[in-house]
């Protein structure tokens, strides 16, 4: 770098940092954001006076986003400003607002009194041609920059230019956010606006313009929120007191009102019809006109009355009701402002409700409670909020706010005197049994939030106090809502976050919002970092110099060309804040060559004297110093080597090559082989590589391909067999398999398959453990005895609830069977081939137990006669049955031997002689077996058998004897 260059640099360094500011300036949000809010009080206030309409219309929606915001946020805070404009005008509010400029202009007076110093030594030398060059330019370039301020300064300028885009900016805002929000995917490009930010942004503004306008004019912005602010006004007032002390007063004069008789005398004394008497005493109040009166011209705009009340003219009374409000605003009041609330005449009495645009009149009859002015006003406020725009503008036509009639219509309301039986009811209130625990949770409930609000505001003090504490922050106001704590001040941008204080400090009460100022904490730390930013930016250094730093003095150590280190030592006094240079460790390169060559060439000698290293050439390039050469892979490191022997600055270039000897050949045929299974050794002889023991095929195959590494040239494998093959002699001799089982190994898996005897299975294969095999599949392999039970299973084809088992060759039946099928499985099992034993004991006779019954019932029927063969008509039925008992056993005996049969056996009661009773036995036997083979049993199932004794000779006669039995038995061959 010349002379000229740098004196250029150094006088005009200052004004070209002044254009990267500017630059930075404009180009940073957070700046130029700080700039706008500076002008845009001026420029809202010019577009204001000059088109309003328009700004009207651009802060609308931000503007109801920020109220609405703010009030669903916190009502009761939003409404405190606004309850007291409804009542006096609101105080001026006082706004506490500073800002702070710290150091900022010292640190640029510093650097001016060093240029300044440095200009007055270059003055002293003869380069006037070439300081009227560079003052020429800088003419030229500080006119631009004069400009350019010139116009950034005029805040006139500013706001006019802001004026104009302020309402096409913020209605933009707003319409980007509606399109967002009714087309949810937005096209690519699309502008991108957060009206949620823009709300945030205007609430402190609109909030204090709210302020002023209520402090300004009160009864303008009440009226214009009256509709809005009339349900949070009456949540303030106690009107639930005065309601009670109200009932409490009624319920007293309740209690001593005469009964129906006393009520006549009363109008008899009194001359005062009955009707008015008996009204007076069961009625509480009753609403019987209402009207709704226009407030500003006193025209009548709705009435409502009772059937049966005499009504007169309506215009006339809503006139003269106008007419006493002004009358007794004129002579009696001294402000000019106090209304007329109500007006007593005789029985009755009016009640008024105003708003803004509209009076409500009731026209009562006896007490109404007190709470029904609030339902007045609410009704009122109801209606402003619906029609407000109609009933400003009412032209005397009732037809224009004929929509208020229905709500007009919920103030006509009655209310009786309880009866007694109500008045029972009522003796133990619901609401007085509540009170007192609702008291106490109340109570309780407020003692809390009292509590909770401490602790809430000593964690903030707590927070605060870190805050101020914390280096490089300036708390300045502190403003706080139900959710978060909001910071106003300054910050050094090289301190740390709001947010990384309250981790450390444990704050998470509420949520923190920061506004900061940024300004420069003039502290040694941060004075520290900023010179050491701005030195890493000047100094530039190669990689042969170390930077390090003492506070704020810069030590370099190393070697570099002169001309650096004359321009850092000439040109080191110029940094700002720079206390001090320390050069003592820092040599010039040619000085520093000489001073480690020596070092420099035991460093070649160890190289050259290392196994696998060959040093091509050396010298010095690029004020390094370097080294050409052949290195193997295995071979040391020379990187560890130059950090052991301190060798620094030194740049390296290896080209890989491959060592001949022998230690390098074996640890490449190490490397390739690995990993070597413990079963194989080897061993390298010259370039012949001998291999012996067992190994799997894989590496095998592998260990033939060795021949790839440099230095060998031959594989002997002689003497290496494979695994596998070994673990299949070691296994057929262990296990003596049968020539229908094979046996085949792979990978040190053992797979058996083929067809085995099951004492093979359970006593030589199951508990063997083979060296070197570590697994068994036996997926292939078949049990004999599994295949003969499938042949058993097909052959004999068993019926549901019978088993089959095949072990070792003997076949098990069990389960249950009808006799048929157990004799047919009994007569085929003897058949099956390679079945060496049969037990079939097991099997049981499905059908025993019903055989039983059926015998059983057969042997206990009996019949009745009538008289000779004639068979008494009720048995019928068991004839029946008999028969079909008789059929089912002869189905489940077939087949069985002998068969059976069913004894038939006439009986008489012994009336007349023994060749008549012998004769009668046998002809009722035979009648009652032609019957039952008439019902399907077949006749050999059926023989007619004669009793042992026959009687005879009896006297009397006894039914039970006329009888026929039966009798299971077996067939004789």
Not at 103 to 122: D, G, K, P, S
Not at 271 to 295: C, M, N, S, W
Not at 904 to 929: F, K, P
Request: with cysteine.
């Amino acid at each position: 770098m010349d002379d000229y260059t740098r004196l250029r640099k150094l006088l005009l360094q200052d004004e070209q940092d002044r254009l990267d500011k500017l630059d930075q300036r404009l180009n940073d949000p957070q700046q130029r954001s700080r700039e706008t809010a500076e002008v845009l009080p001026q420029a809202i206030h010019l577009l204001a006076q000059h088109k309003p309409a328009h700004l009207q219309k651009a802060l609308q929606t931000p503007v109801e986003n920020c109220v609405e915001t703010s009030f669903q946020a916190d009502a009761q805070k939003f409404a405190k400003p606004l309850l007291n404009a409804m009542s006096q005008p609101l105080r001026k509010a006082i706004a506490d607002s500073f800002k702070s400029i710290r150091e900022f202009v010292q640190i640029n007076q510093e650097q001016i009194v060093a240029l300044e110093a440095r200009v007055q030594t270059l003055e002293q030398r003869d380069w006037a041609g070439l300081l009227k060059q560079l003052e020429q330019r800088e003419h030229n370039i500080l006119a631009q920059l004069q400009a350019f301020e010139t116009e950034m300064q005029d805040i006139d300028k500013r706001s006019s230019e802001l004026a104009q885009i302020l309402p096409v900016a913020i209605r933009k805002a707003s319409e980007a956010q509606m399109q967002r929000l009714e087309t949810p995917a937005e096209p690519a490009g699309a502008l991108q606006v957060d009206i949620e930010e823009l709300s945030a942004s205007l609430k402190g503004p609109v909030e204090r313009s709210l302020r002023q306008s209520i402090s300004d004019d009160p009864h303008s912005l009440a009226n214009a929120l009256f509709p809005i602010m009339g349900p949070a006004i009456r949540k303030s007032i106690n009107e639930s007191i005065k309601g009670l002390v109200q009932n409490l007063n009624r319920t007293i004069e309740r209690s001593l009102s005469p009964q129906g008789m006393a009520w006549r005398l009363e109008a008899l004394r009194s001359g005062r019809p009955f009707a008015d008497i008996v009204l007076q005493k069961t009625l509480v109040y009753r609403v019987e006109q209402a009207f709704l009166i226009h407030r500003e011209t006193g025209l009548l705009m709705q009435h409502l009355h009772l059937e049966g009340v005499a009504v007169g003219d309506s215009d006339a009374v809503s006139g003269m009701l106008t007419a006493i409000q002004d009358f007794i605003r004129d002579s009696f009041s001294t402000t000019k402002k106090e209304e007329l609330d109500s007006v007593d005449i005789g029985d009755f009495t009016v009640w008024l409700e105003r708003g803004p645009y509209a009076v409500l009149a009731c026209v009562m009859r006896g007490t109404a409670p007190y709470a029904f002015r609030s339902t007045m006003r609410a009704l009122l406020e109801l209606m402003h909020a619906r029609y407000g725009q109609a009933l400003e503008h009412f032209s005397g036509d009732s037809t224009e706010v004929e929509l208020c009639r229905p709500l007009l219509q919920k103030v006509m309301q009655v209310e009786e005197v309880p009866s007694e039986a109500a008045k029972q009811k009522r003796r133990f209130s619901p609401t007085l049994i509540l009170l007192v625990p609702l008291t106490f949770v109340i109570g309780g409930w407020v003692g809390y939030r009292q509590w909770h609000h401490y602790l809430l505001q000593q964690h903030i003090v707590h927070y605060l106090h870190a805050l101020a504490q914390e280096p490089g922050i300036i708390v300045t106001d502190t403003q706080q809502d139900e959710n978060y704590l909001y910071l106003r001040g300054l910050r050094d941008p090289l301190a740390r976050t709001h947010s990384a204080v309250a981790a450390d400090t444990g704050f998470v009460a509420l949520g923190v919002s920061a506004h900061w100022e940024a300004y420069q904490d003039m502290s040694a730390p941060f004075v520290e970092q900023r010179l050491q930013a701005q030195a890493a930016r000047w100094l530039q250094p190669p990689e042969s110099v170390t930077v390090g730093w003492q506070g704020s003095a810069l030590v370099l150590s190393g070697h570099a060309d002169r001309d650096w280190i004359e321009r850092i030592q000439n040109d080191a006094p110029m940094l700002a804040g720079l206390s001090g240079l320390d050069t003592h460790a820092l040599v010039e390169n040619d000085d520093y060559w000489q001073q480690t060559q020596a070092q420099f060439d035991a460093f070649l000698k160890a190289l050259n004297s290392t196994p696998g290293i060959i040093v091509v050439s050396s010298g010095i390039e690029n004020n390094k110093r370097f080294i050409n050469g052949m290195r193997d892979p295995l071979a040391a490191d020379p990187e560890h080597t130059a950090a052991q022997m301190q060798i620094r600055s030194l740049d390296m270039r290896w080209r890989n090559y491959q060592d001949l000897t022998p230690e390098f050949v074996r640890q490449r045929a190490a490397q390739y082989l690995a990993p070597v299974p413990d079963t194989v050794q080897y061993q390298i002889e010259g370039n012949l590589l001998r291999l012996q023991g067992h190994a799997p095929q894989a590496w095998l195959d592998k260990a033939l391909r060795v021949t790839s590494v440099a230095g060998i040239n031959q594989v002997d494998a002689s003497a290496l067999q494979e695994t596998d093959q070994i673990l299949l002699a070691r296994a057929t001799a262990q296990l003596q398999p049968e020539a229908s089982i094979k046996l085949a190994v792979e990978h040190s898996v053992l797979n058996v398959s083929g067809v085995a005897e099951q004492a093979w299975l359970e006593e030589v294969l199951t508990p063997a453990k083979i060296e070197g095999i570590a697994q068994i599949h036996t997926e292939a392999l078949q049990s004999r005895d599994a295949l003969l039970l499938a042949q058993a299973q097909i052959q004999l084809k068993p019926p549901v609830g019978v088993q089959l088992k095949v072990h070792r060759r003997h076949l098990k039946l069990s389960g249950q069977a009808s006799l048929p099928d157990i004799q047919r499985l009994r007569s085929e099992a003897q058949a099956l081939e390679g079945i060496q034993a049969i037990d079939s004991s097991e099997l049981q006779d499905q059908d025993a137990p019903r055989r039983e019954n059926l015998r059983q019932a057969i042997d206990n029927t009996k019949l009745l006669f009538i008289d000779g063969t004639e068979l008494d008509t009720r048995q019928q039925r068991a004839m029946r049955k008999l028969a079909q008992q008789i059929s089912e056993l002869a189905t489940l005996n077939a087949g069985l031997a002998p068969p059976l049969q069913v004894a038939v056996t006439g009986y008489t009661d012994g009336l007349g002689s023994q060749e008549h009773n012998s004769a009668l036995s046998r002809e009722r036997a035979q009648a009652i077996r032609q019957d039952l083979i008439a019902a399907g049993v077949p006749p050999n199932l059926l023989i007619v058998q004669m009793p042992e004794h026959i009687l005879f000779g009896e006297q009397k006669a006894d039914l039970q004897q006329r009888k026929v039995v039966f009798q299971v038995m077996n067939a004789h061959p």
